[in-house]
């Protein structure tokens, strides 16, 4: 099975800009979720999508938003973009998002913001 | 709300000792618990969780790790370490009494140094 695979793997923006991140799950797994890995707060989580709805949300501005696609394929934007969004943004999905769940995680996208 | 500790930022083991990596975490209700390993440049793998049921958990590459309840820990441990163990380690923790609301909640990870 193909593991889960997030594009583009590197983007360079500048502030004030905005940004659209993807995630294609692993196949047959409906949750996916998003958390931004910095090196001052480590990894923080964002939202988590589960049959095109948003189920939970983390501790992040309104600039953060996300959707699920009918497939289970996932996109998280950024508005406005500021420095400290410079991050690895990883997607994880699961089979159900039950708290039991394992979340496999792909290889992250790197945002630089200058 | 839940919250985990790795009070180690870095660990260094000689090649073929044991190895021990620390973590406790704080829940409301019940804990489920997950380490996950991070390669240079990668996204995090999965090693092992706890649910519920048997407190010694055994998961991928050898790794083992121990959960105890009244020492609130879930210490990952491997009998003889591999050079190619040297990654960054990060111990998670869902509370079955948030309901999921604040998804996984990392520990600052643990950088785990193999020497030959």
């Known amino acids: 099975k193909a593991g889960v695979t997030q594009t583009p793997r590197y983007l360079i923006k500048t502030r004030g800009q905005q940004v659209t991140l993807s995630c294609s799950p692993i196949?047959?797994?409906?949750?996916v979720s998003w958390y931004q890995q910095t090196p001052g707060q480590g990894l923080q989580f964002l939202f988590e999508y589960f049959s095109e709805t948003q189920r939970n949300k983390g501790n992040f501005p309104g600039r953060f938003s996300g959707r699920q696609f009918s497939n289970s394929r996932s996109e998280m934007n950024v508005s406005t973009l500021e420095l400290g969004d410079s991050a690895l943004y990883l997607c994880?999905?699961?089979?159900?998002?039950?708290?039991?769940?394992?979340?496999?995680f792909g290889p992250g996208t790197r945002l630089t913001v200058l | 709300a839940q919250s985990v500790a790795q009070p180690e930022d870095q660990v260094n083991v000689a090649e073929g000792n044991p190895l021990t990596v620390k973590c406790t975490y704080s829940?409301?209700?019940?804990?489920?618990l997950f380490w996950y390993v991070q390669y240079p440049n990668r996204g995090l793998q999965f090693l092992l969780k706890?649910?519920?049921?048997?407190?010694l958990v055994k998961g991928s590459y050898g790794f083992e790790a121990e959960f105890n309840k009244s020492q609130t820990s879930f210490h990952l441990k491997k009998p003889s370490a591999l050079v190619s163990d040297s990654a960054l380690y990060f111990c998670a923790v869902r509370d079955k009494a948030g309901g999921g609301a604040d998804g996984l909640t990392f520990g600052k990870g643990t950088h785990l140094i193999i020497q030959p």
């Open positions: 706890y649910i519920t049921g048997d407190n």
């Open positions: 994880a999905s699961s089979v159900t998002g039950d708290l039991t769940d394992t979340q496999y």
């Open positions: 829940v409301s209700g019940n804990p489920y």
């Open positions: 196949s047959g797994h409906r949750s």
